[in-house]
């Protein structure tokens, strides 16, 4: 089945500097890449996703990126502020046919900014 | 905006006893899912449910486990005998008809905490 890794697990960074969190995907035939952001005790909320057809996605200070050949995708975030604050996952999974498909999940980086 | 809810937010029940975890899907989502996720560590996908079946189960969803949708708005996580290793918060989710896209997007309820003693 499908593993997804992710790293690092801890990532501290200035408020107003950039964040990169990474993971790598086993299976190539997973096409939909999602990323959650957990603040503690609270349900995991889609923050943005990317499908394979496309490289890059960007959402204001979130930007998603892809990398089909080396099967890893990267999540950004810029201008960090306190509230960035938070555990992010990211998941992969793949559409079979017309089903509804479980996301794997990756262990989770927790992002600390630093005021 | 409409949210996935879940109930009841904790539970509290004995090893061997029977549980049902309870959710109530975004209104015009077609696609449920069950996930775990033991204390500090990440979500694990349990099982997705389509068209009035199973879609789509993990190894960790084994004969304990069932789910239903006993009605055109709930969707339940039914536990036969509740082991100590089932102790975690339990996740509902759920999706929209998305024709055509890789992929659902999956909106998460708040979680039912379960603790087996």
């Known amino acids: 089945g499908e593993n997804v890794e992710q790293h690092p697990s801890t990532l501290s960074v200035q408020e107003g500097d950039s964040a990169v969190i990474k993971c790598t995907y086993s299976?190539?035939?997973?096409?939909?890449f999602p990323w959650y952001k957990q603040e503690l005790g609270k349900r995991p909320q889609l923050i943005i996703d990317?499908?394979?057809?496309?490289g890059e996605k960007k959402d204001q200070r979130i930007a998603v990126t892809l990398n089909k050949t080396a099967k890893h995708f990267s999540l950004h975030i810029t201008e960090t502020q306190p509230e960035d604050s938070a555990v992010y996952f990211c998941?992969?999974?793949?559409?079979?046919?017309?089903?509804?498909?479980?996301?794997?999940f990756g262990k989770g980086t927790h992002l600390i900014i630093q005021p | 905006e409409p949210e996935v809810t879940q109930t009841p937010s904790h539970q509290v029940t004995q090893m061997g006893q029977e549980v049902i975890l309870r959710c109530v899907p975004i209104?015009?989502?077609?696609?449920f899912y069950w996930y775990r996720q033991i204390l500090g560590q990440k979500v694990e996908f349990l099982v997705s449910?389509?068209?009035?079946?199973?879609?789509?189960k993990s190894e960790i969803f084994d004969d304990q486990f069932s789910v239903e949708r006993p009605d055109g708005s709930n969707f339940t996580l039914k536990i036969r005998s509740t082991k100590l290793e089932d102790s975690a918060m339990y996740f509902c989710?759920?999706?929209?008809?998305?024709?055509?896209?890789?992929?659902?997007?999956?909106?998460f309820g708040p979680g039912t905490r379960l603790t087996v003693t």
């Open positions: 989710a759920s999706s929209p008809y998305s024709p055509g896209l890789a992929g659902h997007e999956q909106y």
């Open positions: 299976d190539s035939a997973s096409n939909y």
């Open positions: 990317i499908r394979s057809n496309v």
């Open positions: 998941a992969a999974s793949i559409r079979s046919g017309g089903g509804a498909d479980g996301l794997t």
């Open positions: 209104s015009n989502h077609l696609y």
């Open positions: 449910f389509y068209n009035n079946e199973i879609s789509e």
